[in-house]
């Protein structure tokens, strides 16, 4: 094991995010008038994978992006922060996965996204990729990919010892077998009210849900935005409250930034507890910033919690 702990293997989508911010988003037939754009580089793989670099974590990205000026930006920024992209494919003829982020003043935002390259990604390059040199470590996905390269993660996980974590957002159905290899499985509350058809609003109702969903999955995550998240495994369950935020900026990636930053404590053999403690922190100290991966902490910036 290196000093960034085991090798964290993320498979995601890489997106350029056009970040306009608005008063309030535009609601059906509506018109509105963003004042600036922004481009940024985003797509929630390549977000937990950032998020995980910068706190430390040995990170591989595997993924597409087009053979365009936008995909060229997301290799050199893959690069800088010091993820391995030679996994990531250039796929010739197509343009880069790419996000129209409206960031509201409230900080909420909403997002339409344009998959472009991203799917092309195929279950035979994950299967290899997390046969071949995950091993030992943590394979780590999101709902942004299709449903049958979350399956193919999934079952290499299990024939490689890797520890699979899937990051179900957007909510997409899966298998039963997909959701029995997740350990842990993280949704925030939507997504969890999804899966198990029930509202989530209360840390109550997480902790039922986390309950509920821990009969199918190996361990939970729920994340509750301002506050914090539930977690469940075999050897027990609890809520981590977020700290008290000042200001909340931008929205954008918390959720990416909590997964990233539990990879990395789960990659250096620390227990969900400990995990979900400093993913907290993580989506905490990037609310309270501007953008997305621009908003990720680094090693040393999150007041450390003990394993
Ligand atoms: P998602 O963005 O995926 O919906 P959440 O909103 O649950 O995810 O946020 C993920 C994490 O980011 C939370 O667990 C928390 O640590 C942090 N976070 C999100 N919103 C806030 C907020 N308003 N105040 C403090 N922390 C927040
Ligand atoms: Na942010």
């Given at each position: 094991?290196?000093?960034g702990?085991?090798?964290?293997?993320?498979?995601?989508?890489a997106?350029l995010?056009?970040i306009?911010r608005?008063?309030?988003?535009?609601?059906?037939?509506e018109?509105?008038?963003?004042g600036?754009?922004r481009?940024?580089?985003?797509g929630?793989?390549a977000n937990q994978a950032v998020?995980?670099?910068r706190?430390?974590?040995t990170?591989r990205?595997?993924?597409?992006?087009g053979?365009?000026d936008d995909?060229?930006l997301?290799?050199?920024?893959?690069?800088?922060?010091?993820?391995?992209?030679?996994e990531?494919?250039?796929?010739?003829?197509?343009?880069?996965?790419?996000a129209?982020?409206?960031?509201?003043d409230?900080?909420?935002?909403?997002i339409?996204?344009?998959p472009g390259a991203?799917?092309?990604?195929?279950?035979?390059?994950?299967t290899?990729v997390?046969?071949?040199?995950?091993?030992?470590?943590?394979?780590?996905?999101?709902g942004?990919?299709?449903?049958?390269?979350?399956?193919?993660?999934?079952?290499?996980?299990?024939e490689?010892g890797?520890?699979?974590?899937?990051?179900?957002?957007?909510?997409?159905?899966?298998d039963?077998?997909?959701?029995?290899?997740c350990d842990?499985l993280v949704?925030?509350?939507?997504?969890?009210a999804?899966?198990t058809?029930?509202?989530?609003?209360?840390?109550g109702?997480a902790?039922e849900?986390?309950r509920q969903l821990?009969e199918?999955?190996?361990?939970v995550?729920?994340?509750?935005?301002?506050?914090?998240?539930?977690?469940?495994?075999?050897?027990?369950?609890?809520?981590?409250?977020?700290?008290?935020v000042?200001?909340?900026v931008?929205?954008?990636?918390?959720?990416?930034?909590f997964v990233?930053?539990?990879?990395v404590?789960?990659?250096?053999?620390?227990?969900l507890?400990?995990?979900?403690?400093?993913?907290v922190r993580?989506?905490?100290?990037a609310?309270?910033?501007?953008?997305?991966q621009s908003?990720?902490?680094?090693?040393?910036?999150?007041?450390d919690?003990?394993?």
């Open positions: 094991m290196t000093a702990g085991a090798p964290i293997t993320v498979i995601g989508s997106n995010d056009y306009v608005v008063p309030t988003a535009p609601g059906p037939g018109t509105v008038l963003a600036a754009m481009k940024s580089p985003g929630k793989g998020a995980a670099a706190l430390g974590g990170v990205f595997v993924g597409c992006v053979d365009d995909g060229a997301l290799l050199r920024e893959l690069r800088a922060e010091g993820v391995d992209s030679a990531v494919e250039v796929i010739t003829g197509e343009h880069t996965g790419l129209i982020v409206a960031v509201e409230s900080g909420e935002n909403s339409v996204v344009v991203n799917f092309a990604l195929t279950a035979t390059r994950v290899r997390v046969r071949r040199r995950a091993g030992g470590g943590l394979v780590v996905l999101q942004e990919v299709q449903p049958r390269i979350i399956a193919a993660a999934a079952t290499a996980a299990r490689s890797s520890r699979f974590v899937l990051n179900l957002a957007p909510f997409v159905e899966l039963s077998d997909v959701l029995a290899t842990p949704v925030n509350e939507s997504e969890a999804a899966i058809g029930r509202p989530v609003g209360s840390v109702s902790h849900a986390a821990l199918r999955a190996r361990s995550v729920i994340t509750l935005g301002a506050r914090g998240a539930v977690w469940a495994d075999a050897d027990g369950a609890g809520v981590v409250p977020a700290p008290a000042d200001r909340v931008d929205t954008t990636g918390a959720g990416d930034a990233g930053a539990l990879a404590r789960l990659a250096q053999g620390a227990g507890r400990s995990a979900v403690e400093l993913g993580a989506g905490t100290y609310v309270a910033r501007d953008g997305a908003s990720y902490a680094m090693s040393g910036e999150l007041v919690v003990a394993a």
